[in-house]
């Protein structure tokens, strides 16, 4: 599965902004798409995910200011941020896995930073 990340960007605290992810190759079976934050020399965890039956998770700290959506039809999955704090800044990448897997591909990342 290929994933191609757009998006991200700058923002202030308090504005919103949108990343989107589109896979590619063979999603087949029931699957999750991912998004994960990685701050430099930290390991990359998980803001928000959602499986291709709309089932989804978010990181404690985005709950209620992030939300996750995903096209089947079109195999994209966008992650709306909204509230943006600075605490959001890092470099967010796109990832899938098969539901019964860990996370197998990950596509580029991208940057959101968020000033105060």
């Known amino acids: 599965v290929q994933l191609q990340a757009s998006g991200g960007g700058w923002g202030q605290a308090g504005g919103s902004l949108t990343l989107s992810c589109a896979a590619s190759g063979s999603i087949t079976g029931d699957n999750a798409i991912g998004w994960h934050r990685q701050l430099t020399g930290t390991q990359r965890e998980l803001v928000a995910s959602i499986t291709n039956n709309h089932d989804t998770t978010y990181k404690d700290s985005v709950k209620g200011r992030f939300t996750i959506f995903r096209d089947n039809t079109k195999n994209t999955v966008t992650l709306q941020m909204e509230n943006l704090k600075p605490d959001d800044t890092g470099l967010y990448y796109c990832?899938?896995?098969?539901?019964?897997?860990?996370?197998?591909?990950w596509g580029q990342g991208t940057q959101v930073t968020v000033s105060s």
């Open positions: 990832s899938y896995r098969p539901i019964t897997s860990w996370w197998t591909s």
